[in-house]
């Protein structure tokens, strides 16, 4: 697994090499280290700060300065989504202040992979390439929140599992009438309970 490692830290090490103010942002992390829990995967992958480089290993005994945990997809969205790093869906241990920083840094990253495509694609099949990946990203969230309401329409009228709002509503004011009911019993046995 060690070895799978190689191919990221040389990818996360080509994308800072064209991003230079970002590269020199990360001396202030010097000798510091990330542990990420990929909660799905079993796995914590340590990210060590090493100057303005970065290196990566599975080494358990690694001290970690701030432990992230969260599914693996979830995790990948802190490239384009950094203030994710502090949602419901990621826990976050050890120095926040470090997780403020880090989320900075990942909000200032700017790596143009589509330059970086071209240069080995050349640009006829680069525009196209990206711009295939645009539209596939647009596709699978629309189809993802389609998918949700189809499930959820379909909970409710065919299956008949899930309440409409109609149902809700009609519960919570059975269940108001109950309560009040219950508290005029209550009352009634309590007056009883004096006359005799």
Avoid at 113 to 136: C, K, M, N, S
Wanted: aromatic share 6%; net charge negative.
């Amino acid at each position: 697994m060690a070895g799978l490692l190689t191919p990221f830290e040389l990818a996360l090490s080509a994308a800072l090499s064209h991003d230079p103010e970002s590269q020199s942002k990360l001396i202030q992390f010097d000798q510091r280290c990330i542990a990420i829990d990929i909660s799905d995967m079993n796995n914590v992958i340590h990210v060590h700060f090493i100057q303005d480089k970065l290196a990566l290993s599975l080494d358990a005994n690694s001290d970690a300065d701030l432990t992230i945990t969260g599914k693996a997809l979830t995790l990948a969205k802190l490239g384009s989504d950094p203030d994710s790093l502090f949602s419901a869906d990621i826990d976050i241990h050890g120095d926040v202040q470090f997780a403020k920083q880090l989320r900075d840094l990942l909000d200032g990253f700017d790596f143009d992979w589509e330059a970086q495509l071209a240069r080995v694609t050349g640009d006829t099949l680069a525009y196209p390439i990206a711009h295939g990946v645009r539209q596939f990203g647009r596709w699978a969230k629309d189809s993802h929140q389609s998918m949700q309401l189809n499930v959820a329409e379909y909970l409710k009228e065919e299956a008949l599992i899930l309440p409409d709002q109609s149902q809700v509503n009609a519960f919570l004011s059975d269940v108001d009438t109950l309560r009040a009911d219950a508290e005029r019993l209550e009352a009634r046995i309590a007056r009883l309970k004096k006359t005799s």
